[in-house]
């Protein structure tokens, strides 16, 4: 994945049959190598386009390290064949899955995915190859796949030129009380983020508790209902930034996550688990609550996966969860577009199932 030039794109967007004309229908390995000299590559899906020419580029390009972004004017191609791509945007206001509406903003949003993915290729074509495979896997088994990525990125340019920028900083002192708050009502189990001071930054500590919890419920069948919430402003702001650069060697840092991954652990029991989510949900903070059967929101939650400006992929099990909820397509925007998404589209695109704040109003899952 390494020695590629940020900011060298290919802008204009290929109809189909250009693309295909472009990599010489993979005869020409200097053409096809050419194309793959990109990040990304923006194909127009503009009604009308040949959908043999796209089946065959796509086809050519399905294994290729290169994000494949299909773009729509006005009118929606209906049409499977357009799923061989990884992004699909177009101009209108509401869209149906898997497309990502951009409206009257499109350019625009075109504009900041490649922008996103020219700052950070690696991760951003180590992302999108993870939710291809992903797409066929088991939950467990794309977690693996995902810890993998994660470690080769850890290795990666970028990252360490991120976590270079924060060597100044001052670590905070690490809990030494318990971060997951358990309680058991009759047949219900309450599973409580209880680190509010950092909005539930998710440490070692915390995925350890975590995974001690799921699995207590996994061998509990009396236990048939969990809910998962967090104490504090928010449910959870993601990876304990002070933790970073502080992991063993990737390849046994691949063999703690897989090991002790609250995800695996989460999906094993996901039928029976209702995520209550609120505030600043990032990373960690969006990818748990997606294995679960039910998440309701609070009506001023966000959602956001920033690791591709890190250099890296999500890390807690997300490019298994995400995609099983809201689709390859648009988990890969979600991913790829470091932007914050509010409950509305969450609950359009079903990464939620309700809004509703009087569950945290009875529940009290918001006070410190």
Partial sequence: MGGRQAGVLMIAAQTPSALL???ADGLDDTA??????????????????????????????????????????????????????????????????????????LNESVAALVASIAASPDAAMGLT??????????????????????????????????????????????????????????????????RPEVHNAYGARMRDELVEAFRLVDVDQTISRVVLCGNGPSFCSGGDLDEFGTAPAPVEAHSIRTRRNAGIALSAIAQRVEAHVHGTCVGAGVELPAFASRVVAHPDTT???????????????????????????????????????????????????AVDAQVFEQGKDTSG
């Fill in 303 to 353: 959602f956001l996966l920033p690791e591709i400006s890190m250099g890296l992929v999500p890390g807690a099990g997300g490019t298994s969860s995400i995609p099983r909820r809201i689709g390859r397509h648009r988990a890969a925007y979600f991913g790829l577009c470091g932007r914050p998404i509010d409950v509305t589209t969450a609950m359009a695109w079903g990464l939620i199932d």
């Fill in 32 to 105: 096809l190598d050419s194309v793959l000299s990109w990040p990304a590559v923006l194909v127009d899906l503009t009604p009308p386009f040949s959908v043999t020419d796209l089946l065959r580029a796509t086809q050519l390009l399905q294994t290729a390290p290169v994000v494949l972004i299909g773009i729509s004017e006005n009118v929606v191609a209906d049409d499977s064949a357009v799923l061989g791509l990884d992004v699909l945007l177009c101009s209108s206001d509401v869209a149906p899955s898997p497309w990502v509406a951009c409206g009257s903003l």
């Fill in 21 to 23: 004309n472009l990599i």
């Fill in 129 to 194: 190859q993870l939710l291809r495979v992903s797409e066929h896997s088991s939950a467990a088994e794309a977690v693996v796949a995902e810890s993998w990525v994660y470690s080769l990125l850890q290795g990666g340019e970028r990252y360490l030129t991120w976590l270079a920028g924060r060597s100044s900083h001052t670590p905070r002192p690490r809990p030494e009380h318990s971060v997951v708050n358990v309680q058991r009502f009759r047949d219900e189990l309450r599973i409580t983020l209880n």
